[in-house]
T-cell receptor
């Protein structure tokens, strides 16, 4: 399983754009990049997933450069309710998810 | 529709006791996963079922832990002779299948405390 590295914590003010970058230098050809969000006392929740270039949904955007050795999760105009832990994972079909410690995002007024 | 449910939500037991944790996956999901999450850490994989069979149990820490999914739906995680170090939140997740890059849907977890 490819190892990922992401910042332990980040702070932001409400209304700002937040970008969380994750490195995964040994990503394999068949691996996808996926991000999960976890609030206290809840299970993780899928946010977004991609293989290359850019993916956007109603919650976030995911930017993946051509070499796929890193990815950036972009959260537009964060609110207080976006305070959570964000996990970057690299995975392949048929395998369990390999969570690291994630990035703890704190959004303040 | 209903999400993944887990019971009980909290379980307090004494060292040495036996516990069972239950997971009800989303109806129709053939893949089911168990994870364990300690305070301040991300979830740690325990076991993965595809249908009724355990496709990967490499994450089970020792032979005190085992899990079953006899009819390919509900799963039970069983822990024998519990130890204080087993205290954690046990998370269950399901996905439509174990193939393809399907997202996993997580339940709220069972918080196990071993006194």
């Amino acid at each position: 399983l490819a190892k990922t590295t992401q910042p332990i914590s980040m702070d932001s003010y409400e209304g700002q754009e937040v970008n969380i970058t994750c490195s995964h230098n040994n990503i394999a050809t068949n691996d996808y990049i996926t991000w999960y969000q976890q609030f206290p006392s809840q299970g993780p929740r899928f946010i977004i997933q991609g293989y290359k270039t850019k993916v956007t949904n109603e919650v976030a955007s995911l930017f993946i450069p051509a070499d796929r050795k890193s990815s950036t999760l972009s959260l537009p105009r964060v609110s207080l309710s976006d305070t959570a832990v964000y996990y970057c994972l690299v995975f392949n079909s048929g395998y369990a998810l390999n969570f690291g410690k994630g990035t703890s995002l704190l959004v303040t007024p | 529709g209903a999400g993944v449910s887990q019971t009980p939500s909290n379980k307090v037991t004494e060292k040495g006791k036996y516990v069972e944790l239950r997971c009800d996956p989303i109806s129709g999901h053939t893949a089911l996963y168990w994870y364990r999450q300690s305070l301040g850490q991300g979830p740690e994989f325990l076991i993965y079922f595809q249908g009724t069979g355990a496709a990967d149990d490499s994450g089970l820490p020792n032979d005190r832990f085992f899990a079953v999914r006899p009819e390919g739906s509900v799963s039970t995680l069983k822990i024998q002779r519990t130890e204080r170090g087993d205290s954690a939140v046990y998370l269950c997740a399901s996905s439509p299948s174990g193939t393809g890059h399907n997202e996993q849907f997580f339940g709220p977890g069972t918080r196990l405390t071993v006194l």
